[in-house]
């Protein structure tokens, strides 16, 4: 499926006339890979997308979904305020945010125990407190608009054992269910996607193909690394009002790779 078929129908229905017709999305981390996913369904799904990245990649794929691009350090206080802020002054107010913007692609492979102290904070500040301050930034707009929707970027690592990565993830998990009872009598949503092994640019450069291999053979009820299409339904369901009285709650989409109880 063509990004131009994503935008005039196909799998998510039209441009115009969808589930997020009148509605504002803010998508983190979107010029590419999971976050650009996020960013071309809502768009074909009626949303003004807000392509909120580091990365000037986002300019075209603001472009092609006729979004706005913002260049945004999530961990950066002033930087989520201005994304948030232009998002309401181009398109009137924000309805949904997608915390998906994470150091991964290139990221060391450490132990806590010896990983760069500097290098820690600056990745905590990231794939952790990013999702809070993004949050933080929204609230008042959509405390504006009677309420809306967060979907933050967990991760089955959270449940095993992956280092420092884990332990953000572990951290995303805790801030959606806290925030969730923070904000939910302001009538917004608060809940996480934890995906599994997703093929994307930036899992191929840090994750061994061997090690996938393995992952899908031992681990994955179903036997195929995930896409980002496969997020994509998840993601847009906790979004609309078809999830109205879904929040605090982190989804699996993972083929079965871990179980909870």
């Given at each position: 499926m063509s990004h131009s078929e994503d935008r005039s129908g196909g799998r998510f229905g039209g441009r115009f006339g969808g589930r997020f017709e009148n509605k504002v999305a803010i998508v983190t981390g979107a010029a590419q890979g999971i976050g650009e996913a996020y960013a071309r369904a809502l768009a074909a799904e009626g949303a003004s997308v807000v392509v909120a990245d580091v990365s000037e990649k986002g300019a075209a794929v603001a472009e092609e979904i006729k979004g706005l691009y913002v260049r945004t350090d999530v961990s950066d206080p002033a930087s989520v305020q201005a994304m948030a802020a232009s998002a309401a002054d181009r398109f009137g107010g924000v309805d949904h945010l997608v915390n998906n913007a994470a150091i991964f692609g290139?990221?060391?492979?450490?132990?806590?125990?010896?990983?760069?102290w500097d290098y820690y904070r600056r990745f905590m500040a990231v794939n952790m407190d990013g999702a809070l301050l993004c949050a933080r930034a929204v609230r008042p707009y959509m405390e504006e608009r009677g309420g809306g929707a967060i979907v933050n970027q967990s991760s089955t690592a959270a449940w095993q054992y992956s280092g420092f990565y884990g332990l953000a993830k572990a951290g995303v998990?805790?801030?959606?269910?806290?925030?969730?009872?923070?904000?939910?009598?302001?009538?917004?949503?608060?809940?996480?996607?934890?995906?599994?092994?997703?093929?994307?640019?930036?899992?191929?450069?840090v994750v061994p193909e061997g090690m996938v291999?393995?992952?899908?053979?031992?681990?994955?009820?179903?036997?195929?690394?995930?896409?980002?299409?496969?997020?994509?339904?998840?993601?847009?369901?906790?979004?609309?009002?078809?999830?109205?009285?879904?929040?605090?709650?982190?989804?699996?989409?993972?083929?079965?790779?871990?179980?909870?109880?």
């Open positions: 290139g990221m060391r492979l450490d132990f806590l125990f010896t990983v760069d998990n805790a801030i959606t269910q806290q925030l969730a009872h923070e904000l939910g009598g302001m009538g917004i949503r608060v809940n996480a996607i934890a995906p599994g092994p997703i093929d994307t640019e930036a899992n191929r450069a291999r393995k992952i899908v053979r031992d681990k994955l009820a179903i036997k195929r690394v995930g896409t980002p299409q496969d997020l994509v339904g998840m993601c847009l369901f906790l979004l609309s009002d078809e999830a109205a009285w879904v929040t605090g709650q982190i989804f699996n989409v993972d083929g079965g790779e871990v179980f909870r109880s």
